[in-house]
């Protein structure tokens, strides 16, 4: 290999192609799907209630997904994971081009949600794996490429679904997958290293029963959150029954799903995935309830609105590319929880005369912490997290992240009613400065935040 094949730090560039392919399946999957949700409900003659199964189904299958797809990758590495999952997700794209009904198209988003579940955490261990090889610290630039990556596919997504919509119909959403996933199998089969076996091949050590508990947990939290009402108390005591046999199992078992002695051990960890719960409520807010705001609440058309919002996603990328060479997390999240504050003030400031140049202050205000907290939660899971077990923690960042989605989802059911009017705004933003404020709180009195980063091999693991 030449030195032109290596960073200058060491880092095999050549990684790159397949380290962002695998990561973008997800977010590229997550947006594409919001224009093509209309066009199917009329192809199957189903209703909205209906069609959103498509995107509750990508979210509970990646949120169980993602931390059991990077126990595999810790265990046996990213190269047996990573491919067999991709060929998940051109399956995934052949059963929706030829899905007869929803039920099949719903089940297509099923087996894509467990297929990109391996990319993220892949390229998290793949980045730790080249610092293991180095020697050296991998660079901050390879961590901000990779969050700049799942940002820019998240903007363009919308854009790509509906040029796709316009030339194939919907089933070209779903289609796009078999050839993306061609490229990401490939770039992988051809530049992942092989590695040798694990030395114990007993099942064991791959805590089924710990990863059937915490699925069942997880799912039924989800489902109750999605649909919270009288009627669905059940699912929230199935969920608490669950979290109980799981920590009984894990806290008992010789090698633990999670090992959540050694996680509760991990202060700084744990607050950091609070953080991404706290953050990713007010993200998903501002991405889905402000967009719904800008069509009912303003009047704007989905176009309108989509242009609208187009200054949110641009400020994140911007806002990346220029903190991403600092890798202390504090000031990024200091400056995002003051930005979170600020955007959710001024939705209080919105109404249905609101002039265009305060809409587009709003998705300027708001991408501030968006580019922010996806960097600096990123960078601090890298840096906190058991060296060993850097592909669980990156999927359970994940998680929780989808967490906060479905906790956004359930407030805008909740507070917005049948339409997104100004009066559903105003009172999801109280509540959003609520979550701000408690966000700040626990940043600013985060004390290992102010202890910088820690090298690789010394992740912090005192409260």
Known sequence: MTTRERMRDGFDRKLLAPLISGAVL??????????????????????ASATAWLISALYLATAVGQPVAGRLIDRYGPRRVFLPATALVGLAGVIGTLAPNLVVLIVARVVLGFGTCAGYPAAMRLIRDESDRTGRDSPASVLTVLAISTQTISVVGPALGGLLIGVGGWRATFALNIPIALVAFVLGARRFAKVAKPASKG???????????????????????????????????????????????????????????????????LRTYGRALLAYVVAYSFLYGYAQWLEHGRGLSASEAGLATLPLFATGILVSL???????????????????????????????????????LVALVAGVPQGLNSLALQNSVYRQANPADIGASAGLLRTFGYLGAIVSSALQ???????????????????????????????VFDRSLSRGTTRPEKAETDA
């Open 26 to 47: 997800n977010p590229v999957n997550s947006t594409i799907i919001a224009v093509a949700l209309v066009p199917i409900g009329v192809a199957f003659g189903e209703p």
């Open 203 to 269: 099942s064991f050590d791959l805590d089924f029963p710990g990863m059937t508990l915490f699925a069942g947990t997880l799912v039924s939290l989800l489902l109750f959150l999605m649909h919270p009402g009288a009627g669905d108390w059940y699912l929230l005591a199935i969920a608490v029954a669950g979290a109980a046999g799981f920590a009984v199992r894990e806290l008992t078992h010789a090698h633990p799903f999670i090992d959540l002695r050694l996680l509760g051990r991990n202060g700084p960890l």
């Open 413 to 443: 059911g909740a507070l917005y009613g049948p339409a997104a009017d100004t009066g559903g705004l105003h009172d999801l933003a109280l509540v959003l400065l609520g979550i701000g404020v408690v966000f700040l709180i626990v940043t």
């Open 322 to 360: 220029v903190s991403g060479r600092r890798e202390q997390p504090r000031g990024k999240l200091i400056v995002a929880a003051i930005g979170q504050l600020a955007g959710c003030a001024l939705l209080l400031t919105l109404d249905s005369s609101a002039a265009v140049w305060l809409l587009v």
